[in-house]
């Protein structure tokens, strides 16, 4: 299992939004990125990773990921984040998830 290019092109989108260029942050993350075309590509961990550190050293922001999550649609977490609506925590979102009361596909 992997990480949705959904989530990366999310990331790209803030990292343009503040003016710098998403194109050198997947360069300097060694992504191609004509694999975020393809909605059913997924990126590696180690790749997600890679990709969201370089993205808080180029915009100086040690808290990137909690400006992507307050301006994120919901859809960007896909199944996922339409889960979190349907709970009342995402402590209890997790639990659902865990307890196979969601299921994603393939």
Known sequence: MGISVIFAR???SE??????????LLRRSNIDGTRLTD????????????????AMV???DAGLGLSIGAN????MLQVF????????????????????EIHETR
């Open 10 to 12: 999310g990331l790209l």
């Open 15 to 24: 990292v343009q939004n503040r003016g710098f260029d998403p194109d050198e």
């Open 39 to 54: 909605l059913r590509e997924t990126l590696s961990f180690e790749e997600s990773d890679l990709l969201t550190r370089n």
């Open 58 to 60: 180029m915009t100086s």
């Open 72 to 75: 994120a649609p919901e859809s």
């Open 81 to 100: 984040g339409h889960l979190v609506l349907a709970q009342g925590t995402i402590r209890e979102a997790f639990a659902a998830h865990y307890r196979g």
